[in-house]
C-alpha cells in the first residue's frame, strides 16, 4: 500500500521560505509516477503547485512558478517542496500527492498539513 | 491553462434521491482526461472516476461518469448518507492541471 506523509513547520513568518517534506513508503519513487504538491486555503478549493519526476524533471504551476522549488531524492524515497516569500495567502493545509496521470487508474494523497503564514 | 466551471455550488437533496454535478470546461479537454473527487472536512480528497467515465477501485457503482469535450457530469443514482460531501473535478490531459471550484453536496 503506498503512503505519503507530509512533514515540516506548520507556522512560517511572512517573506519566508516554506519547506515540506514528502516520506513515501510502499512504492519507490524511482520506479516512476509524477509527485507532487496541491494546497487547498482554508475553506476553499485545490490548486495544483507543481510536480517532479524521479529523474528531477520539474512541472510548476505557472502563478507560482518563480516562487517554487520541487525536488526529488530517489535515495531517502522521498521529495520536498519550498515555497519562498510567503504571505498570509499561502496560508493552505498542503498535500502530497502521487499524481494521477494519463494512463494511470489511481492516485495516492497525504494527510495533509496545515501550513499558517504569520508573524 | 483550462478553466473548469462547476454547477450548481451546492446542491440540497434528500438520501434516495439522484445527483447530477455540472463540470465544464473553458477549451477541450484533451483525452477527456477528467478526474471527480470527493472530499470530506479534515480529509484528503478521494478519486472517484478517471478519463471522464472509468470508477477507481472500489467506488460503489450508484457513482458514474459522463461526457467528452468541455461537458462533463458526475452522477449519484441514489444518494446514500454517506455521499454528502464536496465534489471536485479535475483536468489532468493539459498543463497545468486544474480543478473546479467543487460542488457542495448537502442534505435537504
Known amino acids: 500500500q503506498v503512503q505519503l506523509q507530509e512533514s515540516g513547520p506548520g507556522l512560517v513568518k511572512p517573506s519566508e521560505t516554506l519547506s515540506l517534506t514528502c516520506g513515501v513508503s510502499g512504492y519507490s519513487i524511482s520506479s516512476g509516477y509524477y509527485w507532487g504538491w496541491i494546497r487547498q486555503p482554508p475553506g476553499k478549493g485545490l490548486e495544483w503547485i507543481g510536480s517532479v519526476y524521479h529523474s528531477g524533471i520539474t512541472y510548476y504551476n505557472p502563478s507560482l512558478k518563480s516562487r517554487v522549488t520541487i525536488s526529488v531524492d530517489t535515495s531517502r524515497n522521498q521529495f520536498s517542496l519550498k515555497l519562498s516569500s510567503v504571505t498570509a495567502a499561502d496560508t493552505a493545509v498542503y498535500y502530497c500527492?502521487?499524481?494521477?496521470?494519463?494512463?494511470?487508474?489511481?492516485?495516492?494523497w497525504g494527510q495533509g498539513t496545515l501550513v499558517t503564514v504569520s508573524s | 491553462e483550462i478553466v473548469l466551471t462547476q454547477s450548481p455550488g451546492t446542491l440540497s437533496l434528500s438520501p434516495g434521491e439522484r445527483a447530477t454535478l455540472s463540470c465544464r470546461a473553458s477549451q477541450s479537454v484533451s483525452g477527456s482526461y477528467l478526474a471527480w473527487y470527493q472530499q470530506k472536512p479534515g480529509q484528503a480528497p478521494r478519486l472517484l472516476i478517471y478519463?471522464?467515465?472509468s470508477r477507481a477501485t472500489g467506488i460503489p457503482d450508484r457513482f458514474s461518469g459522463s461526457g467528452s469535450g468541455t461537458d462533463f457530469t458526475l452522477t449519484i443514482s441514489r444518494l446514500e448518507p454517506e455521499d454528502f460531501a464536496v465534489y471536485y473535478c479535475?483536468?489532468?490531459?493539459?498543463?497545468?492541471?486544474?480543478f473546479g471550484q467543487g460542488t457542495k453536496l448537502e442534505i435537504k
Open positions: 479535475q483536468q489532468y490531459g493539459s498543463s497545468p492541471r486544474t
Open positions: 478519463t471522464a467515465s
Open positions: 500527492v502521487r499524481l494521477l496521470i494519463v494512463g494511470a487508474t489511481t492516485d495516492y
